[in-house]
């Protein structure tokens, strides 16, 4: 079974409206990510987090926040949503030790209109 | 932070020839080199890694090389399948912990029949 779940799987959203992508991992990790990918761009780092109630921002978190509220929930909020947040977003968790695998979720399609 | 570049975007050949991506990065204290495969509709999955302390791993049909002088490293396919059609990541990781993968661009591989 999945042992990293998006919700939702998919999602339509209007401009300026707020969107919440959830993840939940079952992994027990204390990493965990939000990347998204766009044609010609691969996956590029949005934020992360190392712990509960604390994340970090990774290479391109402007117009995005994020929210730990326990090692197993990661959550990923667009306050205002814009087109150009029309994109795959991945959440992925990663044990403690540098250099591990990151197991991602199935992706969440998102298109902003 | 660590940017990472993937050669060539697309890449078709031959069902039973090899194939060969190649990667280069910037940071020189990066240790960790991963190889992602991704389907299509699904999310991307760890194939193969390795770490600045080798220059050459193979698992099957699968071999990286790093040449830690020259900040680039490679995946070799051999005798490709049409199983092998999919989306390839390379990735280096920061030293220093946070398992803060940097990927590439992306390459899509086509095995034709």
């Known amino acids: 079974e999945a042992a990293v779940t998006q919700s939702p799987r998919s999602k339509v959203a209007v401009t300026g409206g707020k969107v919440t992508l959830s993840c939940h991992q079952t992994n027990n990790h204390d990493y965990m990510y939000w990347y998204r990918q766009d044609t010609g761009h691969g996956l590029r780092l949005i934020h992360y987090s190392y712990v509960a109630d604390s994340t970090e921002k990774g290479d391109i978190p402007d117009g995005y926040k994020a929210s730990r509220p326990s090692q197993e929930n990661f959550s990923l909020i667009l306050e205002l949503a814009s087109l150009s947040q029309t994109a795959v977003y991945f959440c992925?968790?990663?044990?403690?030790?540098?250099?591990?695998?990151?197991?991602f979720g199935e992706g969440s399609r998102l298109i902003v209109v | 932070g660590e940017q990472v570049e993937q050669l060539p975007s697309i890449l078709r050949v031959q069902e039973g020839s090899s194939a060969s991506i190649n990667c280069s990065y910037e940071d020189s204290a990066s240790n960790y080199f991963p190889w992602y495969k991704q389907e299509p509709g699904e999310n991307p999955k760890l194939i193969i890694d390795?770490?600045?302390?080798?220059e050459r791993k193979q698992i099957q049909e699968l071999i990286v090389l790093l040449d830690k002088k020259a900040k680039r490293f490679s995946l070799h396919i051999t005798d490709t399948q049409p199983g092998d059609s999919a989306m390839y990541f390379c990735?280096?990781?920061?030293?220093?912990?946070?398992?803060?993968?940097?990927f590439g661009q992306g390459t899509v591989l086509s095995v034709i029949p």
């Open positions: 390795i770490r600045s302390n080798m």
């Open positions: 992925a968790s990663s044990p403690t030790i540098s250099g591990n695998t990151l197991y």
């Open positions: 990735a280096a990781s920061e030293a220093g912990g946070n398992n803060k993968l940097t």
